[in-house]
């Protein structure tokens, strides 16, 4: 199994809802990331976990809360959210064993479209 | 300021025709430079991955290839198919404490017409 899978593959919220962004890997991967990516433009790293701890959070607003309950899931609840919000939010994982993590490759789940109204 | 430019933004080409891509980076420091294939709507798929000492790495029709010295990447397609429509991204990573660091390019938008 090398899929990162995510769901919901759409999701539609107005700005009062609170929902969730689910990704699950069976690779045996303990590095996972959140990305979101807006038309047209390259993904913006959210936040890294690393053996299900965040060790990267880009400053992202507390709207946004990631959770990584364990090695093979990561969530993003959602609250409060904004129309500019509104993107395509990937889910990816890398290895991260060993000494040398410089060319781990990640793997991208198919993403989460996301639209706030 | 970590940057990674591609050019062209945009391109079109005849299936079957060969067509090439282009990367320059300011990042520092450079650990790796990798290619993505993104198609529409869904995530970004690994194609290479170079580091400084590797100066072509191929992977079917697709070829990359990187010069250290000017920081400079190109993405070589190869007798271009219908299915090869989709964006490019070059991306280059730095090693920070906390993890790898990925500054992705803008891409490449490329239309292959039949």
């Known amino acids: 199994d090398t899929e990162v899978t995510q769901t919901p593959k759409h999701l539609v919220m107005g700005m009062t809802n609170k929902k969730s962004l689910k990704c699950e890997q069976h690779m045996g991967h303990r590095a996972m990331y959140w990305y979101k990516q807006k038309a047209k433009k390259p993904p913006e790293l959210m936040f890294v976990y690393s053996y299900e701890k965040l060790s990267i959070n880009e400053s992202v607003p507390s709207r946004f809360s990631p959770e990584c309950p364990n090695s093979s899931l990561l969530n993003l609840h959602l609250h409060a959210l904004q129309p500019e919000d509104s993107a395509l939010y990937l889910c990816a994982s890398s290895q991260a064993k060993g000494g040398n993590r410089a060319n781990e490759k990640l793997f991208f789940g198919s993403g989460t479209q996301l639209s706030v109204l | 300021k970590n940057q990674v430019e591609q050019s062209p933004q945009s391109l079109i080409i005849l299936e079957g025709k060969n067509c090439t891509l282009q990367c320059n980076y300011t990042v520092s420091p450079f650990s790796n430079l990798r290619w993505y294939k993104q198609d529409t709507g869904r995530g970004p798929v690994s194609l290479t991955i170079m580091t400084f000492s590797e100066n072509t790495k191929s992977n079917g029709r697709y070829t990359a290839t990187l010069d250290a010295d000017t920081k400079q990447s190109s993405l070589h397609i190869t007798a271009s198919q219908l299915s090869d429509s989709a964006s490019y991204i070059c991306?280059?990573?730095?090693?920070?404490?906390?993890?790898?660091?990925?500054?992705f390019g803008g891409g490449t938008r490329v239309l292959v017409k039949p």
């Open positions: 991306v280059v990573s730095q090693i920070k404490a906390a993890g790898n660091k990925l500054t």
